[in-house]
């Protein structure tokens, strides 16, 4: 039985977008059970970008990558993996994933999700990601929360399914998310105030302003730590969100992964009616000069992201 509805899945991605979603749907399981099952945030080692790796890590990136070797995925690139993986010499697509986004979430019962981005395979491994996100196919995310849910788009809007408890399938709740133009809530990680560049610091003491400040309204304030609840909480009612480049060694391009956390999302909310860029300049236009590159991001309402980018000017 398949593990989405197929309603409004495009039929040729179709065996990817269902491997994807009975994988989601396992993991859901496992992350639900928490200190029941095995330690999932414990600390197993590193991947190749020196970030640490939690269990669960480890076990979502094994079952996507087993999960979508059927399902016509050339290469596969994974946050979890220094190198792209051929899985099927024979596929049409090359997927970039990160299994588990929101790692140091996982022990504290905050949302946690997998971030994905579908190309057309293109003959070299590496190069078939190393191009403008606005090539990309297909891209979504799994949010693990009280809800597990899928949001995803083909190009044709940002469509939302919902893993029935009673069905153990993906169900359409909405075929077009929209992104309200303007925003109340803010996201950014306050802590790195002092390392923030003049623009960045700028529009955070607009909002902190309120009605007393150039904003004219109160603003609210929201940082969970986990890009993928950030991403849904955005899309569903509108807001900003900012991971800028930041004066601490390693953040010169911020903290987010281009191919598969960036572009995904850049993609995702423009669908839906909002915009993204680095700052000033749109993601989609962008490419990533190396697999695991860091890019700077700022994405939600469109006023918002035009005033972000007014002041980079
Ligand atoms: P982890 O997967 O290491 O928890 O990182 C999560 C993340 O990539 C993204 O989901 C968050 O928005 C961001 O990092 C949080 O970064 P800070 O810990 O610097 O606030």
């Not at 099927?88 to 299994?99: N, R, S, V």
């Not at 190009?155 to 109340?184: C, I, K, N, Q």
């Amino acid at each position: 039985m398949p593990a989405i509805d197929p309603a409004l899945v495009p039929e040729d991605l179709f065996p990817v977008i269902d491997a994807l979603c009975a994988t989601g749907a396992q993991l859901s399981g496992v992350i639900a059970r928490g200190p029941l099952g095995q330690s999932l945030g414990a600390g197993v080692g590193e991947n190749s970008d020196g970030d640490q790796q939690k269990a669960l890590d480890v076990m979502a990136d094994e079952l996507f990558e087993a999960a979508l070797k059927p399902a016509g995925v050339r290469h596969y690139a994974s946050e979890e993996q220094e190198v792209v993986l051929t899985l099927d010499p024979e596929g049409a697509y090359a997927l970039a994933i990160d299994p588990l986004d929101g790692s140091s979430n996982i022990d504290v019962n905050v949302t946690i999700g997998t971030i994905f981005s579908i190309f057309q395979a293109a003959e070299d491994a590496t190069a078939s990601f190393l191009r403008p996100a606005s090539e990309q196919i297909a891209a979504g995310y799994i949010a693990y929360g009280p809800q597990t849910l899928l949001a995803v788009t083909f190009g044709a809007g940002t469509l939302l399914y919902v893993l029935d408890p009673e069905t153990g399938r993906f169900s359409l709740a909405s075929e077009a998310m929209s992104l309200p133009e303007a925003a109340r809530e803010y996201s950014i990680n306050a802590s790195n105030r002092r390392h923030w560049t003049a623009p960045v610091l700028a529009y955070v003491e607009e909002c902190e302003g309120g009605t007393q400040g150039s904003k004219g309204k109160d603003m609210n304030f929201r940082w969970v730590g986990s890009l993928v609840a950030e991403t849904h909480r955005i899309l569903t009612r509108g807001g900003t969100f900012l991971y800028p480049s930041d004066a601490r060694k390693g953040y010169e391009k911020g903290r987010l992964r281009m191919v598969y956390e960036v572009a995904p999302m850049a993609f995702l909310v423009e669908q839906a009616g909002g915009q993204a860029t680095d700052g000033k300049t749109p993601i989609l236009s962008l490419q990533a000069g190396a697999l695991h590159e860091r890019c700077p991001l700022v994405f939600g309402s469109s006023e918002e992201v035009a005033r972000i980018a007014a002041l980079h000017d």
